[in-house]
T-cell receptor, first 114, second 113 residues
Framework: DSGVTQTPKHLITATGQRVTLRCSPR?????VYWYQQSLDQGLQFLIQ???????AKGNILERFSAQQFPDLHSELNLSSLELGDSALYFC?????????????FGPGTRLLVL | AQTVTQSQPEMSVQEAETVTLSCTYD???????LFWYKQPPSRQMILVIR??????QNATENRFSVNFQKAAKSFSLKISDSQLGDAAMYFC??????????FGQGTTLQVKP
C-alpha cells in the first residue's frame, strides 16, 4: 500500500458524459501527478500540481481539467468522453516537486467509456 | 525531448535464474533520475529501484540491481534468483528536474516454475 488513494476504482460511463476522478496523496505530500495508461499510448503524464498550483502539463486534452484543493487532494475532470478515453488513470504523489523525489502511485481508476 | 525505449516486449526466465531487462534513454540533460517500476496483474505501480545520474555506483535493492551506463544512456535491470512473484510488467522511467516521469513501453516478464 503506497498510501495514495484513488476513487472510484472502476467507472463505466457513456460517450459524451463527464466524470470526476479523485486522488488523496500520501500524508504530507504536496505534489500530485496524473498519468494515463492506455493500450495504444502507454503510460503518459497528464498534469502536475504542487501545493494547489499547476506546475506542468503533458499530453492532456482540452476536454480534461484538474485541480488540487487546499487539503491537497486532487480531482481530474474528464468531459465529453470518447471511446478512446477508456484507460487506467493513475495519481502519484511526492513530498515536494523536483526530480529527486520518488513518486508513489495510487491503485488507479479504471475508466471504461461505452 | 527525452525518450525512453524498452526493446524487449516480453522476456521469460526460469525460477531461481537471473534475467536482465534492457532500457535506453535519450536526453541532453546532465541531472536526472532513472527508475524501474513493476506493474503486477493488479495494475498497481510499484517502485523497484532508482538511480541518480550523478552517482557512478549502481543501485541495488536486495535481488534487484541496475547496470547504469551514463555515456551509453543505458539503464538495465537485473533480477537475481527470480521468483514467481516477480512476474509482471516492468517499466523503465526517466525523470528530470521538472518532475514528470517519462516511461518506456514496458517489458512483460514471465517466470517459469
Amino acid at each position: 500500500d503506497s498510501g495514495v488513494t484513488q476513487t472510484p476504482k472502476h467507472l463505466i460511463t457513456a460517450t459524451g458524459q463527464r466524470v470526476t476522478l479523485r486522488c488523496s496523496p500520501r500524508s504530507g505530500d504536496l505534489s500530485v501527478y496524473w498519468y494515463q495508461q492506455s493500450l495504444d499510448q502507454g503510460l503518459q503524464f497528464l498534469i502536475q500540481y504542487y501545493n494547489g498550483e499547476e506546475r506542468a502539463k503533458g499530453n492532456i486534452l482540452e476536454r480534461f481539467s484538474a485541480q488540487q484543493f487546499p487539503d491537497l487532494h486532487s480531482e481530474l475532470n474528464l468531459s465529453s468522453l470518447e471511446l478512446g478515453d477508456s484507460a487506467l488513470y493513475f495519481c502519484a504523489s511526492s513530498p515536494r516537486e523536483g526530480g529527486r523525489e520518488t513518486q508513489y502511485f495510487g491503485p488507479g481508476t479504471r475508466l471504461l467509456v461505452l | 525531448a527525452q525518450t525512453v525505449t524498452q526493446s524487449q516486449p516480453e522476456m521469460s526466465v526460469q525460477e531461481a535464474e537471473t534475467v536482465t531487462l534492457s532500457c535506453t534513454y535519450d536526453t541532453s540533460e546532465s541531472d536526472y533520475y532513472l527508475f524501474w517500476y513493476k506493474q503486477p496483474p493488479s495494475r498497481q505501480m510499484i517502485l523497484v529501484i532508482r538511480q541518480e545520474a550523478y552517482k557512478q555506483q549502481n543501485a541495488t535493492e536486495n535481488r534487484f540491481s541496475v547496470n547504469f551506463q551514463k555515456a551509453a544512456k543505458s539503464f538495465s535491470l537485473k533480477i537475481s534468483d527470480s521468483q514467481l512473484g516477480d512476474a509482471a510488467m516492468y517499466f523503465c522511467a526517466y525523470r528530470s528536474g521538472l518532475g514528470k516521469l517519462i516511461f518506456g513501453q514496458g517489458t512483460t516478464l514471465q517466470v517459469k516454475p
